[in-house]
């Protein structure tokens, strides 16, 4: 059954500090591996997309990075800050469809303290 | 660049009413899907569309219809609404099939 793991569910940090998020997934034949942030009461914003051969992907303070043979990606945070606190979402494509099945995560949620 | 637009933002809708969650994108993408949000769960795909005039189904279509005659509006159809339908919806909207997702700021639905 294809599934996506995240963990932790939640996690709370102090501003300034480092953290990473993990996702873990069954999704065969993988296609892409994408992370998504979403704040309360938006929808999600991409954050990376990763297809197959690329194993690290930088956005500013955001860097995944994916195992396809572990099949394993995390997502490290640098340097927190408080708009950082919002729901982290990682979804899976597979290579099924046209459009491509995405399998999503439930989400990590962060939140920075000051 | 208004990007995805959906409306209204809330409604609150009786036990077998009808209504329609409207969803626009002026990107030009011909990728659009429509997605709902419950608690502890992952987004749900409910229909999505691959140009003007094609739609298909997705993992939970039971109760919601769609069409698309345009490239810029997808909109959502609740044929009689139960209060299991209660959730967010999502609208987005993608280039292609690698490329990323749009969405748009969602609509918070209740049925009571």
Known sequence: ??????SPQSLIILEGKNCTLQCNYTV?????????????GRGPVSLTIMTFSENTKSNGRYTATLDADTKQSSLHITASQLSDSASYICVVSDRGSTLGRLYFGRGTQLTVWP | ?????????????????SMTLQCAQDMNHEYMSWYRQDPGMGLRLIHYSVGAGITDQGEVPNGYN???????????????AAPSQTSVYFCASSLGRVAPLHFGNGTRLTVT
């Open chain 2, 66 to 80: 769609v069409s698309r005659s345009t490239t810029e509006d997808f909109p959502l159809r609740l044929l009689s």
């Open chain 1, 28 to 40: 065969s034949p993988f296609s892409n591996l994408r992370w998504y942030k979403q704040d309360t």
């Open chain 2, 1 to 17: 660049n208004a990007g995805v637009t959906q409306t209204p933002k809330f409604q609150v809708l009786k036990t077998g009413q």
């Open chain 1, 1 to 6: 059954k294809n599934q996506v793991e995240q």
